[in-house]
Structures are given as structure tokens and as C-alpha cells.
């Protein structure tokens, strides 16, 4: 099976609509995301709406947490805060709802349960999805070290764990001097992010997973920053605001 892995997309439509078109060109059996689907970037709504479209698992990232009240708004700070604030006010009623819907993690499990046809064949154990981890996951911590991922995994049964919230992507197995991938371990693996990319490489970044080959290949995508940058034109950003939003 293969499975394309999405996270922190925070409202960067253009960012998300190329990530989505090399992905149709890789044809995954499905798609899975980390969450994190609002907060820095112009276009919250649009970014829902085709989540919801193509009916992508997603669980809920800190920033949609503080759409749904789950995190307080303190926590966050400017530009980003009043952005989330705007966020609030200009989200459709649908789109609040489904966010307050999003469960804080999900398994291959329960995905077979809910009645996702993609996932009717996995093994209940062969994967859990958390934005930022799914130990505590309304914690919000960041596993940005092999140290965190391994422990973790100590914890996890199943063979992948699917995060994102570091917006870097990596790859960490259980055990140490494992590099790449190999049956009979299991794996953090973070995609990074498609919407605001904090490593040297500003381009939109995804995964993917190929369950029966045992392989997993990161991407980078370019994607229309100006396209983004000019849509904050609703919010009033000024240019510096937006491009410390976008980190670019």
C-alpha cells in the first residue's frame, strides 16, 4: 500500500494545491494528515474545504486546537494570534465544526472501523497518526530528536508513527544505528510541512510510504509564494508580517 503523508498546512492554499497535484501523480492508495490545517497562512477555509472534498484523515494540530477552544490563544504569538483570531471570525460554520470534530490521533484501527475502503486490508497495528505526538497528544510536544522519537516508539505497538508539528521532516527508528528503513523495526516519520517549511529548504514538503515495499521517499515541491503572500490582502498583514508567517 501506499500512503501519502501531508501536516501543517496552515492555510497555504497554493502550497497545498501543488502538494496535492504531485501526489495525484504518484497515485497513493490514500492520504493521511497531521493536522495543523489553520494558523499562519491567508486562506483557512479554502484549505478545509478540500480536505473535507477528498475526504482525507486528518487529526487536529495545535492551531486548529485553538480554533476549537482546546488551546488557549495565549499560547500563541503575534502576527499569528491575531491571525488565529481572524481565523475564528471568517471560519464557516461548517468548517468550525469540522474542525471541533478531529480526534487528537487515529489508528490504522479505527480508520478500517470507520469504514475508510482504503484501509480495509491494513493490519490493525500498522500505523497511528498524531499531529505532534501520540503519547499525551493534547500536550503538544515536539519530538525534534532522535531521543524523543525513540522514546516514544517504547510506548507505540504500532510499526509507524505518523507525526507532525516540527515542521522538519525525519525519520527515526526504535532502535540506534538503524538508517533508512528495514522490516522488523518501527518508525517515527514526519513529512515536514506543506504550508511552512522551517528546515534550509523553503519548499512544500510530503511523504510517501510504501507499506509492501518497505520504503518511504520525501518530497519538496515549489509553490506560488507571492500567490500566498498576496492573499493576505483580507487580514491587512503588512509585507514583513507575511513573510515571517510563511517563513520565507
Not at 471570525?89 to 461548517?94: F, G, K, S, V, Y
Not at 507532525?164 to 538503524?178: I, K, M
Request: glycine share 8%; net charge negative; proline share 6%.
Amino acid at each position: 500500500m501506499k500512503i501519502a503523508l501531508i501536516s501543517d498546512i496552515h492555510g497555504n492554499l497554493a502550497a497545498l494545491e501543488s502538494v496535492l497535484k504531485r501526489i495525484d501523480l504518484l497515485m497513493p492508495d490514500a492520504i493521511l494528515c497531521m493536522g495543523d490545517l489553520v494558523g499562519y497562512g491567508p486562506q483557512p477555509n479554502e484549505v478545509i474545504d478540500i480536505i473535507r472534498e477528498r475526504n482525507i484523515p486528518c487529526v487536529e494540530g495545535n492551531h486548529d486546537a485553538a480554533i476549537t477552544g482546546r488551546m488557549p490563544l495565549g499560547f500563541f504569538r503575534e502576527p499569528n494570534q491575531s491571525l488565529l483570531k481572524w481565523t475564528i471570525e471568517n471560519l464557516t460554520p461548517e468548517n468550525t465544526q469540522y474542525l471541533k470534530g478531529l480526534p487528537l490521533k487515529l489508528t490504522s484501527a479505527q480508520l478500517k472501523n470507520a469504514g475508510y475502503e482504503e484501509f480495509a486490508n491494513v493490519a490493525d497495528d500498522l500505523f497511528v497518526v498524531a499531529h505532534a505526538s501520540p503519547v499525551e497528544p493534547e500536550r503538544w510536544t515536539y519530538l525534534n530528536s532522535a531521543v524523543l522519537c525513540r522514546k516514544v516508539l517504547e510506548v507505540t505497538p504500532q510499526t509507524f508513527c505518523f507525526v507532525g508539528h516540527t515542521h522538519v521532516p525525519g525519520v527515526v527508528a526504535n532502535e540506534l544505528g538503524v538508517f533508512g528503513m528495514e522490516p522488523g523495526f518501527r518508525y517515527v516519520v514526519n513529512p515536514g510541512a506543506v504550508g511552512q517549511s522551517r528546515d534550509d529548504d523553503k519548499r512544500a514538503s510530503f511523504g510517501l510510504l510504501n507499506t509492501e515495499k518497505f520504503t518511504y521517499t520525501p518530497y519538496r515541491v515549489e509553490y506560488l509564494v507571492d500567490r500566498t503572500i498576496r492573499a493576505y490582502d483580507t487580514q491587512g498583514l503588512s509585507t514583513s508580517d507575511r513573510k515571517r508567517l510563511l517563513h520565507v
